[in-house]
T-cell receptor
Framework: GAVVSQHPSRVICKSGTSVKIECRSLDFQATTMFWYRQFPKQSLMLMATSNEGSKATYEQGVEKDKFLINHASLTLSTLTVTSAHPEDSSFYIC????????????FGSGTRLTVV | GEDVEQSLFLSVREGDSSVINCTYTDSSSTYLYWYKQEPGAGLQLLTYIFSNMDMKQDQRLTVLLNKKDKHLSLRIADTQTGDSAIYFCAEASGGYNKLIFGAGTRLAVHP
């Protein structure tokens, strides 16, 4: 079935540095990918919708200059957290739309970001 | 805007049935989903239902959809300790059919 590989699974970085999270579709082409953020014991908050070859669409309240999304190919979307601060510590999950997959969406396994 | 609500906590005895409820607001949603999340892990799709269906059953899972009331439920028969997790209801909404999630229901199964 359709698989999205998300890396890294866990990252610890220092305040002020940038972190890149990758999501790759392994056996299908992902025209649209979604990036979510999840705080402990809370729901998934949609941050942005990423479309191959065009600018991402950000949800209200999400800083596009802080959370840079690049979807340069049909198999790769990246989220870069720039100048990370402790309040950016969270669980980030990507998802891709797959028309042929059961239910139409497949999720990455998530990235636990801790900023110290 | 879109909104999905669900109760936050449910405790059941092993072997009993669990019913998790969800309400949503976007009447144009085409698909509604139930996902399971175990601690520290990603999301696992449990089941989904198309908006023109009233009920869908898949082994121990039964989904009921009341489109008029915008109410969705997930019934887990013969609940086991391995079913302990957080269950998220989600609707596909908007131009890109983005998934909007509820807050999640934490299911605790006790002996």
């Amino acid at each position: 079935g359709a698989v999205v590989s998300q890396h890294p699974s866990r990252v610890i970085c220092k305040s002020g540095t940038s972190v890149k999270i990758e999501c790759r579709s392994l056996d299908f082409q992902a025209t649209t990918m979604f990036w979510y953020r999840q705080f402990p014991k809370q729901s998934l908050m949609l941050m942005a919708t990423s479309n191959e070859g065009s600018k991402a669409t950000y949800e209200q309240g999400v800083e596009k200059d802080k959370f840079l999304i690049n979807h340069a190919s049909l198999t790769l979307s990246t989220l870069t957290v720039t100048s990370a601060h402790p309040e950016d510590s969270s669980f980030y999950i990507c998802s891709a739309r797959v028309e042929s997959a059961q239910g139409g969406y497949t999720f990455g396994s998530g990235t636990r970001l801790t900023v110290v | 805007g879109e909104d999905v609500e669900q109760s936050l906590f449910l405790s059941v005895r092993e072997g009993d049935s669990s019913v998790i409820n969800c309400t949503y607001t976007d009447s144009s949603s085409t698909y509604l989903y139930w996902y399971k999340q175990e601690p520290g892990a990603g999301l696992q799709l449990l089941t989904y239902i198309f908006s023109n269906m009233d009920m869908k059953q898949d082994q121990r899972l039964t989904v009921l959809l009341n489109k008029k009331d915008k109410h969705l439920s997930l019934r887990i028969a013969d609940t086991q300790t391995g079913d302990s997790a957080i269950y998220f209801c989600a609707e596909a909404s908007g131009g890109y059919n983005k998934l909007i999630f509820g807050a999640g229901t934490r299911l605790a199964v006790h002996p």
